[in-house]
Structures are given as C-alpha cells and as structure tokens.
C-alpha cells in the first residue's frame, strides 16, 4: 500500500468550480456552487478501493450526517483512472455510495481536471471552505491510519469545520492527510 502525502493548497485559495456527475443519481450533475453549504463546504478526494478510504469511510460518513444539518456542504469526488483501476468505476463509485449510506454527493471526475484543479494528490484528501468558498483548512482526517493502532476520532478535521461553524480560529498549522495516490491517467 504507497503512502502518499496530500499537496497542501494555499490556504485561502477560492474554490475551483466544477460541473461532475453524481453516482448516487442516474441523471444529475451538480457544480460545486450547487452543492456549497450555507457555512462552509467540505470537498473529499475518495475512490472505492483504497485501504486508507475504507479504514476511514465509516467516520467520513458520520462526520457528513453531523454536520450537513449544520450548514456544511458535504462533496466526494473519485478521480482515478478506470481504465487502468476498473475498481474505481462509475458502476462501482455507486454501488460503494449505497453499501456505505451517502447522503452526499460521490461525483465522477473523468477528464481529472478537477483533482489537478484542487491539487488533489491522494486518497482520502479533504478541502475545507468557509462560507466565503476559501480554503481554510486542507489535511488530514487524524492520526490514525491502517494499522497503526490509534482509533479514529476525526478530531483535525473535526476542529476545522468547528471553526467554520462556530466563527472559530482555524489552526494553520495543518498536517497533511496521507493515502493511495490518485491513480493518474497516462
């Protein structure tokens, strides 16, 4: 299992826009200013088969049911290569969304511009906008990851959207999140 480090973003970079269909739905596409939260709006890189994704699924799934009541905008994006990691499917990317009970959005990125857009480097990798769509927090979930024995907690990512949330400050010094690379087309 590679081990690669997400890029960290330029705090405070606006949003890129994107229009990407929905897995969850047959006939949707939806642009990030469809889906933005009232509060602030949390864009994950995911993809189906990566160990670090299904060692954080379940969390990533309560932290989206706690805090889209609140305000948050909640967005997963796949961007890897299906041709070369047919796991990773449109077909598949459904399929996961149902087993792991989205209710957010899981949208396709084909062409991958929106992971290069967002300077998307693995999986999971997680953007947090305020309500103004910039960036104010971009790393990782928490500490723990497969194997290592620390339980999940959510806690960084947690304290982030806290701070969008509540007005709170964002602490700036941010660890970066760490997973499978995007599986990058030829």
């Not at 590679?2 to 960290?8: C, E, G, L, Q, V």
């Not at 009541?69 to 990317?93: C, E, K, R, T, Y």
Request: charged fraction near 20%; hydrophobic fraction near 40%.
């Amino acid at each position: 299992m590679s081990r690669t480090a997400s890029n960290m973003l330029a705090l405070g970079t606006k949003a890129p826009e994107f229009h990407l269909k929905d897995m969850t739905s047959a006939t949707q596409s939806f642009s990030f200013a469809d889906l933005k939260g009232e509060k602030g709006t949390l864009v994950m890189f995911i993809c189906n088969h990566c160990p670090f994704v299904h060692h954080v699924i379940e969390e990533l799934v309560m932290i989206a049911n706690d805090y889209r009541v609140q305000g948050l905008g909640v967005i997963a994006i796949s961007s890897n290569d299906v041709l070369n990691f047919p796991q990773d499917s449109p077909a598949l990317m459904t399929e996961f969304a149902f087993e792991n009970n989205f209710e957010f959005p899981y949208l396709y990125d084909e062409t991958q511009e929106v992971a290069k857009a967002y300077h998307a480097a693995c999986t999971p990798d997680f953007f947090l906008f305020d309500n103004q769509d910039k960036l104010v927090y971009r790393g990782q979930l928490d500490d723990s990851r497969p194997g290592n024995g620390i339980p999940l907690s959510g806690s960084d990512l947690r304290g982030a959207i806290d701070g969008v949330l509540y007005n709170r400050t964002i602490n700036p010094d941010q660890k970066p999140s760490l997973g499978c690379s995007i599986k990058w087309k030829e």
